[in-house]
């Protein structure tokens, strides 16, 4: 099994931890330090021994920052963990602040003080993120300073060590396109804008761009690494070189150095960049790779992640991929749901028992490498928590009369899925079945929206939300978010959500549909299909060509929870189009009880 539920952290942590950090602080004439939750790579999933977050405070979640000060803390999170951060994290240690309503830079223009010293860890701070901060201690005359070193680490005696997994060759049959096509790409970038080289330092771009992939974060198939591409075509890839098989170095062929990434730094250090023009995405580098190559005499130009957008648009190989991947995954999850309508009564199932049976059902194809993140199990009240971990601690039966929330994802070598569905113990309120419904609606109205090239997801938002907030609803998570081909489930730059975003939605890219509803301590609905964008196509009568969406998801939707009165009968029709291409799909692949039971819970509304 893949997922465990021990709990990995507890209140305890802050009162343990945090006068330990408090004492490194002090050694380097701190009066505060930023904890982000990030690692040297901006991963979202991070190894075990950069959960610095986590072991400071004792949150879990996969995004937010702390900021601890001799006398007093707070932690940043976004909507997704109010509540979660809130059980995990003392009070007594820590205040805290949606980072969507106070940033760090807005809290500390309010709290900070003159003359206050301020540390951070330059390798786990973009460039971006570094420029806002330091305005933000500018204004209020306290220093940013970057420190010797990290105090987390430094308290943290039994940290674990940083993973170094096997790299997988990531072939032509997966990753479609010819061999060196794509440093084609990134040198035809670095010519039109007259650099002499990049600093790729995001793993998923150095993933996608040499085709490989690894095993050194769970739920994100990802080989830890940096690259640096020259204009001429050669390039580094700073890995450490055990994990290089000789079929990978084979792979790579003569054109890509291998170095350890020990020596990164010292590299880009070298009197040979002097003088040379580097790009940089500033969203994406550690302040200290800036700092390094600044003096090192290298001119620093922004330069958006030449990787990020390419590896967004998926090719027709990926697509096909995606595709398959989501037949075997949408197989199980149905035969998931008839083992949970089957059993799920009375009380005997619980959310572990749930989980751990979805992911028997994905390894029973044996195409299944890792699930795409911890599953999301929650019953009755703990589905209202957005990011819910079960964990034996929390863990709660299956009750009749109440909701089950099940958000949860896979790793395939030809793809990466993710999918919501939320699921009726029993005999439902007539009002869960109402919010359910308007949570369709919503599902549906982006499933089948129309729109033209150079959209944006951040216009597409509120399409979702339209039939929510006319009764009065909304949720506090975006909309959509794109997913990585046998990479990352959150993948930019894509995304739909109220956040403004200027990325233009383009064909090929991968983008989730999971609008949701959340009423606290009762219940959470979420209803999630994985989509990927279509070309522009004609409209009969119409000027202008219009993209739409292509749904790949295929599993049942809970038609116990659907109150067809509230449907229009466009609405209606797509859902039993939908379920007619579920059927279709799975029907011939399943025992005569199971095929019985898919046919029922797909039937015409």
Request: hydrophobic share 40%.
């Amino acid at each position: 099994m893949f997922q465990t539920y021990e709990p990995v952290s507890d209140r305890s942590f802050a009162a343990t931890h945090v006068p330990l950090i408090r004492a490194k602080m002090a050694s380097q004439n701190l009066d505060a330090f930023i904890v982000p939750h990030d690692d040297e790579y901006q991963n979202e999933y991070i190894p075990a021994y950069a959960e610095r977050l986590m072991w400071a405070t004792g949150f879990s979640g996969s995004a937010g920052a702390a900021i601890i000060r001799q006398n007093d803390a707070v932690i940043f999170t976004d909507g997704r963990y109010t509540l979660q951060v809130r059980d995990q994290v003392d009070d007594s240690f820590f205040s805290f602040e949606d980072i969507t309503e106070v940033n760090l830079g807005d809290w500390i223009r309010a709290h900070g003080r003159a003359d206050e010293r301020i540390g951070y860890d330059p390798m786990l701070h973009t460039v971006a993120g570094i420029e806002r901060l330091a305005k933000a201690a500018t204004a209020i005359g306290a220093q940013l300073i970057p420190a010797k070193t990290n105090p987390v680490d430094e308290a943290w005696t039994d940290q674990p060590a940083a993973p170094n997994a096997p790299v997988m060759v990531h072939g032509p049959e997966f990753a479609g396109g010819a061999d060196g096509a794509k440093i084609d790409g990134i040198v035809r970038v670095l010519m039109e804008k007259k650099l002499n080289a990049t600093v790729i330092t995001a793993p998923p771009s150095v993933n996608w761009l040499f085709n490989i992939r690894g095993g050194d974060v769970d739920r994100t198939p990802l080989a830890l690494s940096r690259a640096l591409v020259r204009e001429d075509g050669s390039s580094v890839l700073f890995i450490d070189p055990s994990q290089i098989s000789t079929e990978a170095k084979a792979h790579l062929g003569s054109g890509v150095e291998i170095k350890s990434e020990t020596d990164f730094l010292a590299v880009l250090s070298d009197t040979f960049l002097a003088g040379k023009k580097i790009g940089l995405d500033p969203t994406l580098t550690p302040q200290e790779v800036k700092s390094t190559l600044e003096n090192a005499g290298a001119e620093i130009v922004a330069l958006d992640d030449p990787c990020s957008l390419p590896r967004a648009v998926k090719n027709p190989t990926e697509q096909a991929g995606a595709r398959s991947a989501h037949v075997r995954d949408g197989l199980a999850v149905t035969r998931f749901l008839h083992w949970l309508k089957r059993n799920a009564h009375g009380g005997k199932i619980d959310e572990i028992a749930a989980a751990t049976r979805l992911e028997e059902f994905r390894q029973e194809n044996n195409d299944l490498v890792d699930l795409s993140f911890d599953s999301i199990s929650g019953a009755g009240p703990n589905g209202a928590i957005v990011h819910y971990r079960v964990t034996t601690l929390t863990n709660r039966p299956l009750k009749d009369g109440e909701l089950f929330l099940i958000d949860s994802g896979g790793q395939y070598r030809d793809g990466t899925t993710d999918i919501t569905r939320t699921v009726a113990i029993g005999k439902p309120t007539q009002e869960m079945k109402e919010r359910f419904t308007h949570v369709l609606k919503g599902h549906i109205a982006l499933a089948t929206v129309r729109f033209p090239e150079g959209t944006t997801g951040h216009q597409l938002d509120s399409i979702a939300r339209t039939p929510l907030w006319a009764a009065g609803l909304d949720y506090d998570h975006g909309t959509g978010h794109g997913v990585g081909s046998f990479l990352g489930v959150h993948e930019g730059p894509q995304r739909i959500a109220k956040t403004p975003n200027d990325e233009k939605l383009r064909p090929g890219m991968i983008l989730s549909n999971e609008p949701g509803f959340y009423k606290t301590g009762e219940y959470g609905i979420r209803i999630e299909n994985l989509v990927i964008v279509t070309p522009p196509t004609s409209i009969k009568g119409g000027e202008r060509p219009m993209m739409g969406f292509e749904t790949i998801t295929l599993a049942p939707i809970d038609l116990n929870l659907v109150v067809p009165a509230l449907l229009t009968p466009a609405e209606r029709h797509w859902l039993n189009e939908y379920h007619a291409r579920v059927r279709q799909t799975h029907v011939s692949s399943l025992e005569a009880p199971i095929a019985d039971w898919l046919t029922e819970a797909t039937r015409s509304i």
